[in-house]
């Protein structure tokens, strides 16, 4: 136990980011309490995965408090984090008494965003945690329900119509999914149609998919995908979603099943902290992660806007959250010690990698650039290696190997809906 | 593809009787539909794991139309029946048209019963679904996330006090594993109290546990549940169940956490076909399984009260409704074939097992009767047998090594709650 007078590190959030502060603080002079609004990290690259009935929802979740009980200078808490006192140096939960800090992380991520539309979120929900997995989920594998009851072939049509909104990695991932899931998965399943008549649709406002990456991968990306039978509209913003479609200009698109993957607002941590931020929300922090102004605050992860190397901005992805939480624990040990004050973050791009269905992938690490079958593998072997725990490695690997064989899914449940044709309030 | 003129049996639920009698009834020159209200088929001998973290939902839950897809002669729907115009040989669907039968078969299954207390229900749910499941699970991970918070010492025990009510099988299994949940997986993972004060209270109006076992293997599973930690309270029915904890003629007894496994009803059938029926809503059939009067209607599992040779009550347990199935799927064959009448059903005792912690089961096959470490090795294994395709076995089973070699459960999720203290108003 490190003593109650120690220095009291608060993390708020425990992502990719958060979680990697925590963990290379454990060794140090510092007491920590770890604050997350659920009881779990998420492994959120593989969250659609979950969307798609391939993995259930434990394959790809942990319990904080179980990764970080050895540490006994960690205490971990469920809670909602409201507010940040910044005189007082506490944070302000919701329905608990305050905790207050001497070295603030703020690691709260990021939601999807609706762009000033957030009346489309009950028609296309977005994907950022493990119940809006099951929820989408839900929603697929329940339109493929009632179009086996459905005898009026137009509106079973839009039953069997998934439309995608956004075309980064996880509009590409989910499209790419649920073409196979009705193509293979539940190919003999129904009796009342052809699994094979199902449209799925992607939608993207700019000129080409997965716009992170080079123009060759993207336009072989593309292609795999339309193999898939993939429909694809590039240059088309959405200009309305409701329950019966989307509306693409003039055009309208009946559809029962509409996701959304199009964009994500920072979470309000700028807010809290009245400090400078970006449009999507995200806080404009100093080259050393601090907050301008307040040194002894650091935002990272999906909440800050940091400028790489290039001028660009440093990527929302987890590789990145894990380097700006290494450096700030880095930060706070060599504070502690000797008072010395390291180098400006520096981020180092560890590739960005995407996956089309079952069979094919790109990966560009930028002195690299692979595509295909053998991509796939890379990114799959990559994705087990950085699950965390030797028995979420074996799961995962499983359940895909199960999938790659039989073409079956293991986790096609209907739950927390209605008893039928399940949509549930929330 | 069976011709649309042929027999058409509907089966409604598709539990263990169900889903039986349908497989055994592919081969047979009828067509078939199996109604269901959910989109799974639930092994519910190993829910109680799902509710205490160490199994995952989807483990033990398969889609229903993927286990009878190869079998063309066979429509799955999901959809929810709400009652039978038999005059009509018609099934009542809500919101969705009848579906005509020439043979019926009701195998819908019990739901728990609070025995005229249904006021008692959101204090204390009860374990018959993938949902109960989950319910139960964020009831108990939130009640020592809240012990964590409370600084009140008397507030805190009564976070850290879990209640059963009813020592069958499913109440013996919740207690033991809560007991080994609290002492072993979650021992190192909280800072303000001792996960060991944790009490697990086990209440039972009779005179023993599991009583329908024999004397000596109920007390030998006293004994080992007592060794695990569990309070045993024999003789004491709960007069009250509130928020607060439940009362017991004069006592009160506070605890936050209250599970309910001391009853269960049978589905509405009775009331469908206006048929006569026992004090829990059971179908009183004929000695073939038809309903009185009503030889094209079969009731079977759950929702039947049906003798044994002995003159006691067939139970309500898996291979009892297995059996059930496969004698009027028989039963339907020998009609359709040479109009021939297979003598009654007879039910043959497969064997009655009940398991306490991780290290004792007790089984009891009639003729042989076993205890201790080999019972649970024996209760593992036929559990892992009679689960579901290769897939679920490989993944049941590497759960169950971890949890024997690291204590580690995998599936510690708190979801579908508010984002805190999570409690979903369903």
């Known amino acids: 136990m490190t003593a109650a007078s120690a220095h009291h590190v608060v993390i708020v959030g425990a992502g990719f980011g958060g979680l990697e502060a925590a963990r290379d603080l454990a060794g ?11 009881n779990h990290h998420l492994f959120q690259p593989l969250l659609y995965q979950v969307a798609v009935a391939s993995l259930a929802t434990s394959e790809i979740a942990w319990p904080i408090r179980a990764l970080l009980h050895r540490h006994k200078n960690v205490t971990t808490l469920l809670g909602s984090v409201v507010g940040v006192n910044i005189r007082e140096k506490e944070v302000l939960l919701d329905g608990e008494p305050s905790i207050a800090f001497d070295t603030l992380i703020l690691a709260t991520g990021a939601r999807h965003a609706y762009f000033g539309h957030d009346e489309w979120e009950p028609h296309a929900p977005g994907l950022k945690t493990l119940e809006d997995a099951t929820k989408i989920r839900r929603r697929i594998l329940s ?6 009851w459905e005898t009026d072939e137009a509106r079973r049509a839009t039953f069997l119509t998934f439309v995608i909104i956004g075309a980064g990695p996880t509009g590409v991932e989910l499209a790419g999914t649920i073409a196979e899931l009705a193509r293979d998965t539940l190919r003999s399943d129904f009796r009342n149609f052809d699994t094979h008549s199902a449209r799925v649709v992607l939608i993207e406002a700019g000129p080409r998919i997965l716009s992170g990456f080079s123009e060759d991968l993207s336009a072989y990306a593309h292609q795999a995908l339309t193999r898939l039978g993939v429909e694809i509209r590039l240059g088309h913003a ?14 309208f698109l009946p ?5 959304w993957a199009a964009g994500v607002a920072a979470s309000p941590a700028a807010d809290w902290l009245n400090a400078p931020a970006d449009r999507a929300g995200r806080v404009l922090v100093e080259d050393d992660l601090t907050v301008p102004g307040h040194p002894h605050i650091f935002v990272i992860g999906d909440t800050a806007h940091v400028a790489a190397a290039d001028g660009k901005l440093v990527p929302g992805v987890a590789p990145a959250a894990k380097q700006e939480g290494r450096y700030v624990a880095a930060m706070i040990k060599a504070r502690l010690s000797d008072g010395s004050v390291p180098p400006p973050f520096h981020y180092k791009n560890a590739g960005n990698l995407a996956t089309i269905g079952k069979r094919a992938a790109i990966v560009d690490f930028g002195w ?7 991509a796939w593998w890379m990114w799959g072997i990559a994705h087990i290696f950085f699950l965390i725990g030797l028995r979420n490695r074996l799961a995962v690997a499983l359940s895909w190997l199960w999938i790659y064989i039989s073409g079956q899914r293991s986790a096609r449940l209907i739950t927390q809906g209605q008893a039928k044709k399940g949509e549930a309030p929330n």
Chains 1, 2 share one sequence.
């Not at 140090?28 to 659920?38: C, G, Q």
């Not at 959405?238 to 055009?251: A, P, Q, R, T």
């Open 28 to 38: 140090a002079p510092v007491r920590m309490t770890v604050i997350d609004r659920r």
């Open 255 to 259: 559809a029962r099943t509409i996701l």
């Open 143 to 148: 339109a493929f329900e009632q179009a086996e």
């Open 238 to 251: 959405v200009s309305k979603c409701g329950e019966d479609g989307v509306e693409l200009g003039d055009e």
């Open 368 to 374: 690299i650039k692979l595509k295909g079958r053998f």
